[in-house]
């Protein structure tokens, strides 16, 4: 019988990773997200993989690159200053389709801010802080096994998909303990033809690279990246939906502050006030359509989020101005109460905000 394990958020994903098969980890000290290094620094080795503390995170992005275009199972892990850092050699192994798990544990900016949790990385995970034409599949998960369980899907996906992918949390579940009981699954079966190694008896080592000087060249091959990304956002998506027919409230909110929020809903459920919630798992490909949908009793929309107003913007795009959108936010380390969002609520209803 499987048993749970008392564990912290990034010792956690660490373990699950290298349950997943991760073979190369490259990496370098921020906090909040030391532990993940500290954890696979322990343990690669002794489990057959390749633990390496870079000199700097652009070191270490350009590290994964070189070792994902083997074929291997390659992981980086890093918070908000440090993952800014990355975002050239992300953009570079977006454009050689490579796959990469990249965690971001974030904390609170802008510059090196704070390490105290906050949400303000929501626009460099979904939009991408490289350069050129890309997305990067992100996954925010809300729980300690919600987070282990992502990782064997997010590796799956990079495979599939042949690119990076990004699991985005904030400092608070990197840090906190839950019960956790992480469930090895089988790695998805795909095609590795286009590593730069194999068996070179019948084929010549593959070039790996973004480089391509031609513009009709280069621009299919956009074409044909976005192709994949469509279908990414036809299968993808990834929803807790609890908002029913009914219901005038949706509180919109991802990661830990959804747990914050959901706290918020049972409040005001227990005042007559009928109240669901939205958490996207997955950034982007985001649920557009779950929003568009709301049923029509909803009167207004409200977001909770720990940053100045990133996560409003997708779900404004997915309301298209049937509702009323608002927010209810922290930032700069600062956590919002329960009792904070459900008097925001108060106020929307009573016409204050």
């Not at 070191?59 to 994964?64: D, K, L, Y």
């Not at 083997?70 to 850092?85: E, H, I, K, Q, Y």
């Not at 965690?103 to 949790?117: D, T």
């Not at 908002?243 to 991802?254: H, N, T």
Request: glycine share 10%.
């Amino acid at each position: 019988m499987s048993q749970k394990v008392l564990m912290k958020g990034n010792e956690a994903i660490a373990e699950a990773a290298i349950q997943a098969g991760c073979k190369a980890f490259f990496g370098y000290p921020i906090t909040p997200q030391n532990e993940i290094p500290e954890y696979m620094s322990l343990h690669m080795e002794k489990r057959g993989g390749v633990f390496v503390q870079a000199e700097s995170e652009v070191s270490a992005i350009n590290m994964c690159y070189g070792a994902a275009a083997t074929g291997a199972r390659v992981m980086t892990s890093s918070s908000s200053p440090g993952m800014a850092l990355k975002q050239e050699g992300i953009s570079y192994m977006s454009g050689a389709d490579l796959p990469v798990l990249m965690v971001n544990v974030s904390r609170c900016g802008p510059g090196l801010g704070g390490i105290l949790p906050a949400q303000g990385d929501y626009f460099m995970a979904t939009r991408g802080g490289g350069n050129g034409d890309y997305r990067t599949p992100v996954y925010a998960p809300a729980y300690i096994q919600e987070a282990t369980d992502l990782v064997f899907e997010a590796f799956d996906v990079a495979e599939k998909y042949r690119t990076p992918v990004m699991i985005l949390l904030d400092g608070m579940l990197g840090q906190m303990m839950e019960p956790v009981e992480i469930k090895p699954r089988p790695p998805v079966q795909v095609d590795k033809s286009w590593v730069t190694i194999g068996d070179t008896a019948n084929r010549k080592p593959n070039v790996v690279n973004s480089l391509s000087l031609l513009g009709d060249v280069l621009e299919q091959q956009n074409f044909e990246r976005f192709k994949k990304y469509e279908q990414l956002e036809r299968v993808g998506v990834m929803v807790e939906n609890t908002v029913k027919d009914g219901d005038e409230i949706a509180i919109v909110a991802y990661g830990v502050p959804a747990r914050i929020a959901q706290n918020a809903i049972e409040e005001l459920v227990g005042e007559g006030i009928k109240a669901g919630l939205v958490r996207p798992i997955t950034l982007w490909p985001f649920p557009y359509d779950t929003l568009a949908n709301l049923p029509a009793s909803v009167k207004h929309v409200v977001v909770a989020e720990l940053s100045m107003g990133q996560l409003i913007e997708d779900v404004r795009l997915g309301v298209n101005g049937k509702f009323p959108v608002h927010l209810v936010n922290r930032c700069g380390g600062m956590v919002f109460e329960p009792a904070e969002i459900a008097e925001a609520v108060r106020k929307i209803i009573k016409g204050g905000v």
